[in-house]
């Protein structure tokens, strides 16, 4: 156990559909990363939280949002969903603060797969 | 922005050698360097990093080089071992200030290592 709960495990939805996948990060942890993973393909980025602000966007899309809570826990949210995606999701979480640990701590990943 | 490049993309090798994963990186001011190890169904875990102020860590059987010149790092696994299968992520980025928290890091495309007995 990384430290770094995600939930579900597993979502499979309709095209058209919203969802919404949630991170709890590792605690003390005040920095939550969001990164996808298509099938054969590298880690993408898609958003940053620092202490519940957004601090960097990468390509996320714009039918895509998320937000990080006052209790620190995150959600990504996943609107009008097309079959591309489909793919594995994945939270990250470091200290942000201590510079002498920049090393993420990844969640196990929610997988979704769009019909 | 960053971008990172790594290859191979697959690497096959008996158990007992020894696998080399090369990166480069684009991006001079990145100076942090770890390497990730995502086994079927998990999210990755860390096994190693660098930072820019040293050029070799080692531990174990894992060992990571760093070349700033030259803007590449790699990873060296020795004594291979069936259960080293698995894909394995390079990454760069930049620590930040206290104000601002560490900024995103940005992955390679991920080598496929096949450890056979």
């Known amino acids: 156990d990384s430290g770094v709960t995600q939930t579900p495990k597993h979502l499979i939805t309709a095209t058209g559909q919203r969802v919404t996948l949630r991170c709890s990060p590792r605690?003390?942890?005040?920095?939550v990363y969001w990164y996808q993973q298509s099938l054969d393909q590298g880690l993408q980025f898609l958003i940053q939280?620092?202490?519940?602000?957004?601090?960097a966007k990468g390509n996320i899309l714009e039918r895509f949002s998320a937000q990080q809570f006052p209790d620190l826990h995150s959600e990504l949210n996943l609107s009008s969903l097309e079959l591309g995606d489909s793919a594995l999701y994945f939270c990250?979480?470091?200290?942000?603060?201590?510079?002498?640990?920049?090393?993420?701590?990844f969640g196990s990943g929610t997988r979704l797969t769009v019909v | 922005g960053e971008n990172v490049e790594q290859h191979p993309s697959t690497l096959s090798v008996q158990e007992g050698d020894s696998a080399v994963i090369k990166c480069t990186y684009s991006?001079?001011?990145?100076?942090?360097f770890p390497w990730y190890k995502q086994e079927l169904g998990k999210g990755p875990q860390l096994i190693i990093d660098?930072?820019?102020?040293?050029g070799e860590k080692k531990d174990q059987r894992i060992a990571v080089t760093l070349n700033k010149t030259a803007k590449h790092f790699s990873l060296h696994i020795t004594e291979t071992q069936p259960e080293d299968s698995a894909v394995y992520f390079c990454?760069?980025?930049?620590?930040?200030?206290?104000?601002?928290?560490?900024?995103?890091?940005?992955f390679g495309t991920g080598t496929r290592l096949l450890v056979s007995p």
């Open positions: 990250a979480s470091t200290p942000g603060r201590d510079l002498s640990s920049y090393g993420y701590t």
């Open positions: 605690s003390g942890d005040l920095s």
């Open positions: 939280y620092y202490n519940g602000e957004e601090r």
């Open positions: 991006d001079s001011a990145s100076n942090y």
């Open positions: 660098i930072r820019s102020n040293v």
């Open positions: 990454a760069a980025g930049k620590g930040s200030s206290m104000n601002t928290g560490f900024q995103k890091l940005v």
